[in-house]
């Protein structure tokens, strides 16, 4: 019997030994993470800011000064020196994050999560991700500063991978059960590629498709106009083209195919867009221009942006970077300021490819037949075989949709025309707006911008302001890549490209500042056709209707700006609602929330229920007009909100106001209560189960951990206001990443805030210690120091020492 016990002990011990050092499903290997010496517990301290550390290929010492905000200050004697530096205390702060973005781009969370990553995977390889970063970084090889450039960033963030061992890995790797990879350049590409992807890589054409065939092109023109009755463009309504003179895209005779699409690709979140703004000294209360930026982007820790200041004698710049990019991408320095937000341009169509037969190694192209490439994915997946995808490219893209991927046809596909493939070295921008020095330096810093479209704002000390909407264009017929084209049409190519100089721009506007929320560019009198894709309507009246406001502006206006919680569409919609609804069926409950919404001030703040009510209401008021796009055979999306409130407003009788499964013929005006009545029973529900539904507490803003379930690593509950549509853009999950007002004098001035903190490490004060004065609205002023001596708010200096 003893020998029986001793054996079961021993099948014990192997048993939970091994359970305790390898990673069972989504549980990563207890024994590893929890062992003193090298797993969690080591993750608790904050960073070593101080002391001499050697890196192998300086030339020169780097002086690298820590201040209060764990803000790193680098002062290199060189450009390769200065960007070695920036990828190691990157590195340093982010590693984790800054990898893991790139295997999110390159299509690889299999190897970090297993199986469950592999839809994900295949379908950024069939995006062409990978492609897209090999022809980017083809073209910034044609650069050879920017490739030494690029090299000097990869030997950086190498020489710290290199420092760790396993018990000062991050925490992230312990948790998962991996190790960091040394970095390259085309990580880098990879990390562009991803911000390519989330900014540029929205499309509804196959959706169109589905509503132009079910619907026909009359109802699909209302219900998608090409212009809104307000467009209040980026471009001042009253600017002069006629100094265009480039040839327009003529369309083409011939029918487009009206396939029936099923499903289609998850697309970027629908909230990722941006405000920024400039006015002219003129128009402010100092005489120097000032300007603002906040990217809407979602809200995640680590935050998708690292401040830091990076200087050498030549050129000395401050502002937010993106981990894995070099320089500063938002930001300023002695001379100029600079800022984006999305150009929500229309940069991806989709091409219905006809191939020869089942061996797909040709497709039908002008009559004949063109020869196809076939890229073979490999997607490996932790604790399973790997998987391979091959991947059939055209002329046009990779033939995202095969019969191995969402669709069932051996003989067709739909390829994909995006600008993200056709390279371009988007680096090289950001690094010459670093080193700007006036209008002219920024306008050639830009010219060959690619993707993701952007619109860069610009103030210089020298008084000027400026935005240019930047970015390769196709330059379209009318109509172009609103639906699926025809891939053996070569008229249904994209012919050209907008010459540079003809891209949409201001400079020194009579009004006295610029402008742009991610609405429609320009008006009707530009020539080029830019389709309306109606994701901006309310955000940029507020702000331009602001600045109409008065003759001056101080930063502290900037401030209430960007904090500015007023609801332009409810504002547009209740009144209509409150005078044609028949509320005397309401019981004294509803009347009762529906008395809290009427009294409402269109402000969504934290302490009202206005808000959440309005919120409540339109989410049950939206569904209820487009059932009819409620289809699970086929892909389809809702109009527009701005396009819904028109025809409720306008033609609350017409037939998409019915709802299809009553026997009523249901107007807008019965919608309404019928919407009201289930939005004020889910309030009274929520309300049993949570108290009071003002709006902090309903809206329920958190800034969460990039992988998902870990509570433990993210913040909830936070008291913002605004929302989706609002000048202060904070949904649940998204909301302005970096705030930033830089006032241009002599050197400038500059504040700064975004819900994270410099530190990467859960375990370090760093890690979240901004969220609280961004919820609150409140800045930090970003110390931008003039020469390398270390002032009082310096708390730490580090040295980077040369090792060889």
């Not at 998850?266 to 100092?286: E, F, L």
């Not at 001379?335 to 989709?350: F, K, M, P, Y």
């Not at 005397?584 to 229920?609: A, H, P």
């Amino acid at each position: 019997m003893k020998y029986i016990k001793l054996l079961i002990t021993f099948v014990l011990t192997i048993v939970v030994f091994y359970a305790l050092n390898t990673k069972l499903g989504a549980v990563p290997p207890i024994g590893k993470f929890l062992d003193p010496a090298g797993g969690v517990w080591q993750n608790e301290t904050n960073e070593v800011i101080d002391g001499n550390v050697n890196i192998k290929g300086l030339s020169a010492p780097v002086t690298i000064h820590y201040d209060a905000q764990l803000i790193p200050h680098i002062f290199a004697q060189n450009d390769i020196d200065l960007y070695k530096a920036q990828g190691y205390i990157t590195a340093k702060h982010r590693l984790w994050q800054m990898e893991f973005q790139t295997h999110a781009a390159a299509g690889r969370i299999s190897e970090i999560i297993g199986s469950d990553g592999l839809t994900y995977d295949q379908t950024a390889r069939r995006r062409g991700m990978g492609f897209g970063a090999d022809r980017s970084l083809e073209k910034m090889q044609e650069d050879p500063e920017t490739v030494a450039f690029l090299e000097a960033y990869r030997d950086g963030v190498n020489n710290y991978i290199e420092s760790l061992d396993t018990k000062n890995l991050p925490v992230e790797y312990k948790l998962l059960d991996y190790k960091p990879e040394p970095w390259t350049t085309k990580k880098t590409a990879l990390l562009l590629m991803y911000m390519t992807k989330m900014l540029a890589g929205g499309d509804d054409d196959l959706e169109y498709t589905n509503m132009l065939r079910k619907f026909g092109k009359e109802r699909f023109d209302l219900l998608f106009p090409d212009f809104f009755d307000i467009n209040d463009p980026i471009i001042p309504k009253e600017t002069d083209w006629s100094f265009i003179d480039v040839k327009m895209t003529k369309t083409p005779q011939g029918e487009l195919p009206q396939d029936t699409i099923a499903q289609t690709i998850v697309k970027p979140h629908p909230d990722n867009g941006s405000n920024n703004w400039a006015v002219s000294g003129a128009k402010s209360t100092t005489g120097n221009p000032i300007l603002a930026n906040d990217p809407h982007l979602g809200l995640k820790l680590p935050s998708i942006w690292f401040v830091m200041q990076l200087s050498t004698p030549e050129h000395n710049t401050m502002g937010a970077t993106l981990p894995g990019a070099l320089g500063v991408i938002s930001g300023f320095n002695t001379h100029i300021s600079w800022g984006e937000t999305n150009a929500t341009r229309d940069v991806l169509d989709w091409y219905k490819i006809e191939f020869k037969d089942d061996t797909r190694t040709q497709y039908k192209y002008d009559g004949g037949w063109k020869n196809t490439t076939v890229r073979v994915e490999e997607i490996k997946i932790k604790g399973a075989a790997t998987v391979l995808d091959s991947v059939i490219y055209t002329h046009h893209g990779p033939v995202t949709y095969d019969h191995n991927f969402m669709s069932d046809n051996e003989k067709s596909g739909y390829a994909m025309r995006w600008i993200g493939h056709t390279g371009g070295n988007n680096q090289r921008p950001f690094l010459a707006l670093n080193k700007a020095k006036n209008y002219d330096d920024y306008v050639n810093a830009i010219k060959n911008y690619t993707a993701p479209a952007q619109n860069f704002v610009f103030a210089s000390t020298e008084g000027d302001i400026a935005i240019w909407i930047q970015g390769l264009f196709p330059n379209k017929w009318k109509g172009q890549g609103k639906f699926l084209l025809d891939g053996s049409n070569p008229d249904h190519d994209w012919q050209s490209y907008i010459p540079q100089a003809f891209n949409a721009h201001s400079k020194n506007p009579e009004r006295g500042f610029v402008s742009s929320a991610n609405q429609h560019p320009v008006d009707e009198k530009y020539p080029f056709y830019i389709f309306n894709d109606g994701y901006e309507t309310y955000r940029n009246r507020v702000i331009n209707d602001f600045f109409r406001s008065k003759n001056k502006f101080s930063v502290e206006d900037f401030k209430n700006l960007h904090n500015n919680n007023y609801n332009l569409k409810a504002a547009e919609l209740l009144p209509y609602m409150f005078k044609t609804m028949d509320v005397s069926s309401l019981t004294s409950e509803e009347k009762e929330i529906y008395n809290q919404v009427k009294s409402w001030d269109f402000n969504n703040d934290i302490e009202k229920l206005g808000p959440s009510i309005w919120r409540a209401w339109w989410y049950k008021l939206y569904p209820m007009i487009w059932d009819e796009f409620d289809s699970e055979a086929e892909a389809m999306m809702s109009p527009y909100t701005y396009q819904s409130i028109y025809l409720m407003t306008n033609q609350p009788n017409d037939p998409f106001m019915d709802i299809i499964e009553t026997p009523e013929k249901e107007t807008a005006h019965d919608l309404f209560l019928l919407a009201f009545k289930e939005a004020a029973k889910e309030l009274i529900d929520w309300k049993s189960l949570n108290g009071d539904y003002n709006w902090q507490a309903y809206k329920a803003t958190r800034v969460g951990h990039l992988l998902q379930g870990l509570p433990a690593f993210s913040r909830f509950d936070l008291p913002i206001g605004g929302d989706a549509s609002i000048v202060n853009a904070t949904s649940e999950t998204h909301g302005p990443s970096w705030r930033m007002i830089v006032e241009m004098s002599s050197p400038p001035k500059a504040l700064g805030i975004y819900p994270g903190g410099q530190s990467g490490n859960p375990g370090s004060t760093y890690y979240d210690n901004f969220v609280d004065d961004w919820a609150i609205g409140k800045y930090h002023e970003l110390n931008f120091m003039q020469n390398a001596t270390a002032t009082d708010q310096i708390i730490a200096t580090q040295t980077l020492t040369p090792s060889n």
